[in-house]
């Protein structure tokens, strides 16, 4: 069976914001859901980005969801 995977396309100036957001973020926690955001765009899967995070898959589908529905400044993201 295949890892799941989820789309996420980020055009080149939201990736770019998520970049800077990440460089600049004290807070690790903030800067694992920003990276997980880059690493799902670059088109890896659901399974690989928990993994290297150490999250569950469900925790990752829970930051793209709160990424979709209020963007990036959101105040949990």
Do not use: C, F
Not at 9 to 30: C, T, V
């Amino acid at each position: 069976m295949a890892p799941p995977v989820l789309e996420l396309q980020l055009d080149r100036s939201e990736r770019r914001k998520i970049e800077e957001r990440r460089h600049r973020e004290k807070d690790a926690r903030i800067g694992y859901r920003l990276s997980a955001l880059l690493w799902l765009a670059e088109g890896r899967s659901l399974d690989e980005v928990a993994s290297l995070l150490g999250r569950s898959v469900r925790t990752i589908r829970n930051w793209v969801k709160l990424y979709k529905k209020r963007g990036l400044w959101a105040s949990r993201l």
